[in-house]
């Protein structure tokens, strides 16, 4: 059985990971699957529990910058990248850094490390006072909807993990953005809680990875955050034995059950609600569930990428 721990827990939460224990915890973009980054064990029991293949690399959480930079190399754009959009729903894969001691495991092999600091402050007071840095993929099994409450951790991994952190709801909803430095041009590995423009004001144009490439980061396999529920995009008309994921004023009528991420049409608000609505519509006996049309911009380009995912079969 998973302890159900509330947010005063912290240094019982930071104990469990310090014995290469899994712990759950909230961030700001979903929660996250904590477990001392530096322990080979710790983190293969990461894959145990999410079911994960070994070769999709996870992303390093850590408390401030500096702890990011004795794990990996920093450029002038990391470096200005960081200062402005840390803490925050931002990864970027870097250079490894000699002697680092994160385990190859956690980033597949690979001589780059995918690192964030999460802007939740429980998040990185555990991290602070587990006195590591963790690494932390979502906190569901591999594939599946991405967790945005403690709830939804229990209902994927109880009995999996030896505790949950409970902090309430994800403000953001929506995975990290991931950007890899590595090489001499910026590449938009994952869309996610950080715009794409905000990043392109600041660097210039921004390459996207080629569908189908090897994984350098979470969230790149096409297959990814998938309900059971077979998933049908661009609806404009919904049948009546299917669910629909509404966007926006006036949604088609005479689907079995309605979820509307955003009634206005607020991108922001239907990211932070788009793993609830699945999960949520994802109970249902219904056939199928029919996904609205959503603008390709601003967070519009995460949400669309992780429904496109959620619809590969």
Known sequence: MTLHLPATAIDE????LR????????????????????????????????????????????????????????????????????????????????????SLLASAGLDTLAVRMPAHALARELIRRAG?????????????????TAAHVAAELDGRIAAILDGGPCAVGLESTVLDLSGPRPRLLRPGGLPLEALEAMLGPV???????????????ASHYAPALAVRLGA???APDEALLAFGPNPPRGAMRTINLSEG???????????????????????????????????????????RRAAER
């Not at 590591?132 to 967790?147: C, I, Q, T």
């Open 13 to 16: 939460a930071a104990a469990l």
């Open 132 to 148: 590591r840095p963790l690494a932390a993929p979502s906190a569901n099994r591999s594939g599946r909807v991405s967790p945005t």
């Open 265 to 307: 049409g607020d991108l922001i608000e239907a990211a932070a609600n788009l793993f609830a609505a699945l999960r949520a519509l994802d109970r249902t006996d219904c056939a199928a569930i029919a996904v609205m049309p959503i603008p390709e911009l601003g967070l519009g380009l995460a949400i669309n990428d992780r429904l």
């Open 236 to 238: 404009t008309a919904v």
């Open 207 to 221: 390459e996207r990875a080629a569908a189908g490439e090897t994984p350098r980061a979470p969230g790149m396999l």
């Open 19 to 102: 014995r290469g224990e899994l712990v759950a915890f909230p961030t700001e973009t979903v929660y996250g699957l904590g477990a001392d980054a530096g322990d080979d064990r710790a983190v293969a029991a990461i894959f145990a529990a999410k079911d994960r293949p070994r070769f999709n690399p996870l992303i390093v959480h850590v408390a401030d910058p500096g702890d990011a930079q004795r794990l990996a190399r920093f450029d002038e754009r990391a470096s200005l990248l960081a200062a402005r959009f840390w803490p925050g729903p931002l990864s970027l894969v870097l250079p490894r850094a000699e002697r680092c001691p994160v």
